[in-house]
């Protein structure tokens, strides 16, 4: 054994430590250098600086996180500046990796080789048919970054297609002309973003420069200094390299769209210039791809920051956790072992319509809703701002009057409000619409009627010309017995009576004159209140009050002219003047009234019985007199000052007699015609009662309310059942299984024979784990035929038992019993739909991982698409099974579908015909296969169809409650009703849905119809769709 100097070693181990060290060091300094050349040095992770230090967090403008950077420039020691990473909810968002992190970007490193014939031109892609104004709303497009709708480049940074809600990408490499520092700075119509990186790889791209983060922010063209975020730090470039950059650009559907970016030299006085071809390359040729490769685009922090960010609050309640969400995952019971827990009886509801004959489309006159408890939030309740077609109320009504008539205000226990107020409150917040006259009403109520005769101590009226007797009323008296019994005769506003009003409101026009010598008292027409609280005729008469609470609004047929409210001091002309109209007669008062009315200023807030008539040559004194208002008085509320102004226009009176007016009207106080301010009673206070819209709701199919969500079962009607069926499990099983909670109940109503439920109960097994109860029962009504409508019952049928208390009690239908693990045949026709049949195989191969489930397929039907290799998509693709047809010639649905159809042999098994552009719920399957029964039901799920710019993570739209294209049905009962009408829709799509619907409710079927929650259908384009000619047909399709 050689000899080994241990000694000599350990006397020396510290020189060798630093010996190994320095070693070390300088083969890794030798591998940093190597890979630098080759432009692979390891970078630092996003989210920490250059300098290894750690970001923090600040909150911008919008209340989104952003994590500020300190990033120093790569080839200078003196530009140290500031970028803000936009829309980062946490420093942690852009770290790779962690507990409870979001998922690793998938950044790329590895830029593509670059060419010389690259230069002159940049990458642009294009994702249209996108709403909103901010980047943000860019980055929350389903196929953002990868799958834009048009790839294609540009030769210079400034662009402007003139189009409308749509976004740009736009990146590439810049070639500075020369070494120095560099500003940059963008200008847009809407929002824009300047990403740039201090080398060429997209990862370390930078926020440099942008316009606005909330959509409401742009600039004129060539506006480059209008925000102090459109003009970068200043950046030391060289010219012998090349640096990545990305400019993302966000347009609404208003304003003039443009995106530029210029840069200048950092030196004073110079003007940003755009940038143009001679500095710009491409950062690859995408000119050969196909639309479904995308291992090319790059991604960088500009177009995945903020993408991952979870929200605190959901915006909708469907968005919250719910059991029916993942209760799938629970294992099932058999059904074998609940056989024997009810006794079968026969299942035929009344409302099948078997052999009926019905109209074409008339089908969906027959498909009838099912009660949910719980409660599974598909109300869309945010949604309701704009459309309240849930409530009963029409959306008119809701706007004027609101909800105040489930309101009922307390009276105030002391004092009295004035009764002004309460008379224009009544009027314009509590207006009754039943106590307003029709216009039947108003011509019956137009009844003639005598004037009260002359009390003693006045003087009898002069008489009146003919001209004159058409705009002459009588003077109120109070009420006499024969006024009271007339009263009770005519027509009324009832809160007008309320207001204890004993004058009544003339709004009529006399009889046409008659001869002189044979000419009675004048007669008006009167509209008369209700009756309210009558005053005894011994009592003396309350003072009135002149109805000035509305002035000038009174009910009329047509205009007619003005009335002269104000007589001139001086005697009436013989002839009258044209106050309105051609045909408009000046009204004048009769000459027991002729009476100066400047004084009648002084009055103005009451209309009482007149004082003794004078000659029309007396003097003016301040006497309240009534003026006679007929049917052309304006009928729209009268603004302050605007009566005085348009009647002193019309009088020809002299400055003096104006003057007299103004006198009199600044000693009335409050001038006729004025409103004021209204009191606003903050301490009032109301009584109310609990409301339950639903219970107003039927069963029937409604087309015309998009936003109201399932029916709702009352809770008392599902514990009420669920109770007895677990009476009977504990019955049968000893008390084995114990209830934990109901998860969810359905109910299908037939008022005639019974309701079928389906119950989805979780149980806990003695000694053993959870399990899922999911089986369907009947609730038979005592008395009901038990008529199978089939006729087709392989054993006699035994009743169901009745209770001794007469209620009905529960037993198991025969032949409606769905299967756990039956196969579901996806059936979806594509052509030239690249993004979406990626995405579409992409939620396919989640729904897989996630459930676990293997029995399902998809087959996709191909009109020869160019724009991808769909087969090839559907082999990488990891799914459990698939099928890919191939057809030729033009996008046919309805074929596309039945070919879909024809290739499943298993006729046992679920074909559910699908569309391309569906968000689907991780239980969709157990969904489909709980409500499609062989010879029995079939499902038609409502799908919430979500608006422009919004996502299944945001979604604003409404209910496709007319739509029956997503279609779930056995493929024997497919069959039997003859499939798809290929013959009728074959050039066009839009209906054909609708004329499955009636030949399968024919076929004798039930058609389950519910919401299913979190079942969203994208909104996509429809221009150029398919690459078809224009499709006919009175309605659109259903995807």
């Given at each position: 054994m050689p000899w080994f100097p241990v000694k000599k070693v350990r006397k020396q181990m510290k020189l060798l430590l630093l010996l190994l060290l320095l070693t070390c060091a300088a083969w890794l300094t030798y591998v940093h250098l190597s890979l630098a050349r080759q432009g692979r040095a390891p970078r630092q992770r996003p989210g920490y600086g250059r300098d290894g230090e750690k970001l923090t967090s600040v909150t911008d403008g919008q209340g989104v996180r952003a994590a500020p950077s300190t990033q120093r420039a790569e080839d200078s020691s003196e530009s140290l500046e500031e970028e803000q990473v936009p829309e980062g909810r946490d420093p942690n968002m852009l770290l790779l990796g962690g507990a409870g992190r979001p998922p690793s970007l998938n950044l790329t490193r590895q830029t593509p080789p670059w060419r010389e014939e690259y230069k002159g031109q940049v990458n642009l892609h294009v994702f249209e048919d996108w709403c909103g104004g901010a980047v943000g709303h860019l980055r929350r497009n389903l196929h953002f970054p990868l799958f834009p709708h048009l790839r294609t480049t540009v030769k210079k940074l400034a662009v402007s297609p003139k189009w409308k809600n749509y976004g740009l990408r736009i990146f590439g490499f810049i070639h500075p002309a020369r070494d120095g520092d560099v500003q940059f700075s963008v200008a847009s119509d809407d929002n824009s973003e300047f990403w740039l990186s201090p080398d060429e790889s997209p990862v370390a791209a930078q926020l440099v420069a942008f316009?606005?983060?909330?959509?409401?922010?742009?600039?004129?063209?060539?506006?480059?200094?209008?925000?102090?975020?459109?003009?970068?730090?200043?950046?030391?470039?060289?010219?012998?390299?090349?640096?990545?950059?990305?400019?993302?650009?966000?347009?609404?559907?208003?304003?003039?769209?443009?995106?530029?970016?210029?840069?200048?030299?950092?030196?004073?006085?110079?003007?940003?210039e755009v940038i143009g071809s001679a500095h710009i390359s491409l950062y690859t040729d995408e000119s050969a791809l196909k639309m479904d490769h995308v291992a090319h685009v790059p991604q960088s922090p500009a177009s995945h920051v903020g993408r991952h960010q979870p929200q605190e609050e959901p915006s909708a309640d469907m968005l919250r956790p719910d059991p029916r969400d993942t209760f799938f995952l629970t294992p099932r019971m058999e059904p074998s072992s609940l056989e024997d827990v009810l006794e079968p009886c026969a299942y035929a509801p009344t409302y099948v319509v078997k052999d009926f004959p019905i109209a074409r489309y008339q089908g969906l006159q027959f498909v009838y809703l099912s009660f949910v408890y719980p409660n599974d939030h598909t109300r869309l309740t945010h949604m309701e701002t704009d459309n309240k077609c849930f409530y009963r109320e029409s959306p008119l009504y809701l706007e004027r009057f609101g909800f105040y008539k489930y309101m009922k205000m307390d009276e105030e226990e002391e004092g009295e409000e004035d009764d002004e107020e309460e008379v224009q409150r009544r009027a314009f917040l509590f207006l009754n619409p039943d106590d307003l006259l029709d216009d039947g009403e108003l011509l019956d109520s137009l009844e003639p009627r005598e004037p009260s005769p002359p009390?003693?101590?006045?003087?009898?009226?002069?008489?009146?010309?003919?001209?004159?007797?058409?705009?002459?009323?009588?003077?109120?008296?109070?009420?006499?017995?024969?006024?009271?019994?007339?009263?009770?005769?005519?027509?009324?506003?009832?809160?007008?009576?309320?207001?204890?009003?004993?004058?009544?409101?003339?709004?009529?026009?006399?009889?046409?004159?008659?001869?002189?010598?044979?000419?009675?008292?004048?007669?008006?027409?009167?509209?008369?209140?209700?009756?309210?609280?009558?005053?005894?005729?011994?009592?003396?008469?309350?003072?009135?009050r002149h109805w000035s609470h509305f002035p000038g609004t009174f009910l009329r047929p047509r205009p007619l002219p003005r009335v002269q409210l104000r007589a001139p001091p001086r005697p009436p002309r013989p002839h009258g003047r044209r106050t309105g109209g051609p045909q408009a007669t000046r009204l004048r008062p009769p000459a027991r009234l002729q009476a100066s009315q400047e004084g009648r200023e002084g009055q103005a807030g009451t209309l009482g019985p007149a004082g003794p008539t004078v000659d029309s040559n007396s003097s003016s004194e301040t006497q309240s007199v009534t003026s006679f208002l007929s049917l052309s008085q304006v009928s729209r509320p009268q603004l302050p000052g605007e009566g005085e102004e348009e009647e002193e226009g019309e009088e020809d009176g002299a400055p003096g007699d104006e003057a007299a007016s103004e006198d009199s009207e600044e000693a009335a106080g409050r001038p006729l015609g004025r409103w004021r301010e209204e009191a606003i009673d903050w301490q009032r206070t109301f009584s109310v009662g609990a409301v339950d819209f639903e219970l107003l709701r039927s069963d029937w199919n409604d087309l015309r309310c998009n936003v109201s969500g399932n029916l709702q079962l009352p809770e008392a009607e599902a514990v009420d059942v669920v109770a007895q069926y677990m009476e009977r499990l504990h019955a049968r099983h000893g008390g084995r299984f114990a209830l934990l909670r109901i998860v969810n109940v359905e109910k299908r109503r037939d008022s005639a024979r019974g309701s079928r439920f389906l119950l989805e109960l979780e149980l806990q097994e003695r000694g053993g784990g959870r399990l899922r109860l999911s089986e369907y029962v009947f609730l038979r009504l005592p008395g009901a035929r038990a008529g199978d409508a089939d006729g087709e019952s392989p054993e006699p049928v035994p009743a169901a038992s009745v209770r001794p208390d007469g209620r009905p009690e529960l037993c198991r239908p025969l032949r409606l019993a769905w299967r756990q693990d039956v196969m579901v045949h996806f059936i979806v026709p594509v052509k030239n739909q690249a993004r979406w049949v990626a995405q579409f195989l992409a939620d396919m191969a989640a729904l897989h991982a996630r459930t676990g489930d293997a029995h399902f397929s998809v087959v996709l039907v191909d009109f020869e698409s160019e724009d991808m290799d769909v087969e090839r998509a559907l082999r990488a693709a990891r799914l459990p099974r698939y099928q890919y047809l191939r057809r030729t010639g033009n996008f046919e649905r309805s074929a596309g579908l039945q070919a879909g159809v024809d290739s499943v042999e298993d006729a046992s098994s679920i074909v559910f015909l699908c569309d391309l552009h569906i968000h689907f719920p991780a239980n969709i399957l157990d969904g489909i296969r709980k409500h499609c029964v062989e010879g029995r039901l079939a499902f038609a799920p409502v799908v919430m169809r979500l608006g422009c710019g919004s996502s299944p993570g945001d979604p604003h739209g409404y209910w496709e409650v007319n739509g029956f294209g997503l279609f779930g049905i056995y493929k024997s009962d497919f069959d039997r009703v003859g499939g798809m009408n290929t013959e009728e829709f074959r050039d066009r799509w839009g209906g054909e849905d609708w004329e499955l619907l009636d030949r399968v409710l024919q076929a004798g079927l039930e058609v389950e119809r519910l919401r299913l929650r979190n079942f969203y259908h994208h909104f996509h384009s429809r221009r150029g769709m398919w690459g078809t000619r224009t499709r006919g047909g009175a309605r659109e399709a259903g995807s």
């Open positions: 316009v606005g983060k909330t959509g409401s922010e742009w600039t004129a063209p060539g506006e480059f200094t209008k925000f102090s975020s459109q003009v970068s730090k200043p950046r030391r470039l060289m010219a012998s390299r090349r640096y990545y950059f990305e400019v993302l650009h966000k347009q609404d559907d208003r304003g003039s769209d443009h995106v530029e970016v210029g840069w200048r030299a950092f030196l004073p006085g110079l003007k940003f009390q003693s101590g006045r003087l009898s009226p002069a008489p009146v010309a003919p001209t004159e007797a058409r705009a002459t009323a009588a003077q109120p008296a109070p009420p006499s017995p024969q006024d009271e019994r007339n009263r009770r005769q005519s027509r009324a506003l009832s809160w007008a009576a309320r207001a204890t009003r004993t004058l009544p409101l003339f709004l009529g026009r006399a009889p046409p004159p008659r001869p002189a010598a044979q000419q009675p008292a004048p007669k008006v027409y009167v509209t008369r209140v209700r009756p309210g609280q009558r005053a005894s005729p011994q009592a003396p008469a309350p003072r009135s």
